[in-house]
């Protein structure tokens, strides 16, 4: 049985979402007490947690660009740099 109650990616992933909403509208002092909280929580530094409060999640950032070029009649393509093939070319389809 472990000696620490440390948090696991998961619940310190869970906490971070619902702090995010909390950090996003608060004014500058505000964010640093924030701050000083999540780092006693999740015994992460400060700068992390900025990254991970400030960061896009990649999923999001996907579907949305996915959505946008699908809107514009888009096609995505994949280019291997090392091997040269070319999956789908990004073109506008007609």
Same mark, same amino acid.
């Given at each position: 049985?472990?000696?620490? $109650?440390?948090?696991?990616? $998961?619940? =310190?992933?869970?906490?971070l !979402? =619902?702090? !995010?909403?909390?950090y996003?509208v *608060? $004014?500058?002092?505000?964010? %640093?007490?924030l701050?000083?909280?999540?780092?006693?929580?999740?015994?992460?530094?400060?700068? %992390?947690?900025?990254?991970? @409060?400030n960061?896009?999640?990649?999923? /999001? *950032?996907?579907?949305a660009? $996915? @959505?946008? /070029? *699908? *809107?514009?009649?888009? !096609?995505? %393509?994949?280019?291997?740099?090392k091997?040269? !093939?070319?999956?789908? @070319?990004?073109?506008?389809s007609d």
């Amino acid at each position: 049985m472990p000696t620490t $109650d440390e948090m696991t990616r $998961d619940e =310190r992933r869970k906490y971070l !979402k =619902r702090m !995010k909403t909390r950090y996003v509208v *608060a $004014d500058r002092a505000e964010r %640093s007490r924030l701050l000083t909280e999540m780092e006693q929580v999740t015994d992460l530094q400060r700068k %992390s947690l900025i990254r991970l @409060l400030n960061a896009v999640s990649a999923r /999001h *950032a996907r579907n949305a660009a $996915d @959505l946008a /070029h *699908a *809107a514009m009649g888009w !096609k995505w %393509s994949m280019w291997c740099s090392k091997s040269g !093939k070319v999956w789908t @070319l990004c073109v506008q389809s007609d």
